[in-house]
């Protein structure tokens, strides 16, 4: 007789905090400030992100022992210029083509994952983060039903 396991979805579900953050400042400038606000370490990835073959994301990443957490900055979008190869009046031309980790959160500039016990974000984060003078706001992301979460598997 065949013994049949079954997991339940909690099982193979990571525990995380995702903030949105609105900020013009590039990514190497807000993984400093970051850093700095709130006595982190991020650090460039060696790899980025890829979620296709058309285009990757650049990352910043951490892994914090002490409080067993593992930060993860993700810039939001991605923009792919190509020229065209036409041969007519548009042949000088480029198009540009713009990528979305989380499309349904078009307008965020990037996101600030926290994979933790709690699926609470710390009130001293938020309060650090909002501090910063480049960020023009930051909120949490309700996980649960987001269309595009595979695309922030790590």
Same mark, same amino acid.
Do not use: H, R
């Given at each position: 007789m065949i013994t049949l396991h079954k997991f339940s979805d909690d099982f193979c579900e990571e525990n995380y905090v995702l903030i949105a953050l609105h900020s013009n400042l590039e990514d190497y400038a807000l993984a400093y @400030?970051? =850093?700095d606000a709130l006595k982190i370490s991020l650090e460039r990835s060696k790899t980025d992100l890829d979620i296709s073959n058309e285009t990757s994301f650049p990352i910043?990443?951490?892994k914090d022992r002490l409080n067993e957490r593992y930060w993860t900055l993700?810039? =939001?979008t991605s923009?792919?210029?190509e020229y065209l190869e036409v041969d007519n009046l548009f042949s000088n031309e480029t198009s540009t083509t713009v990528y979305h980790i989380l499309p349904e959160y078009?307008?965020?500039d990037y996101l600030l994952k926290i994979e933790q016990e709690e699926d609470e974000a710390d009130s001293g984060i938020m309060d650090s983060i909002l501090e910063i003078p480049k960020i023009?706001? @930051?909120y949490q992301i309700e996980t649960d039903n987001l269309k595009s979460k595979q =695309?922030?598997?790590i």
């Open positions: @400030a970051l =850093n910043y990443e951490w993700i810039l =939001n923009i792919k210029e078009k307008d965020v023009i706001t @930051a =695309n922030l598997i």
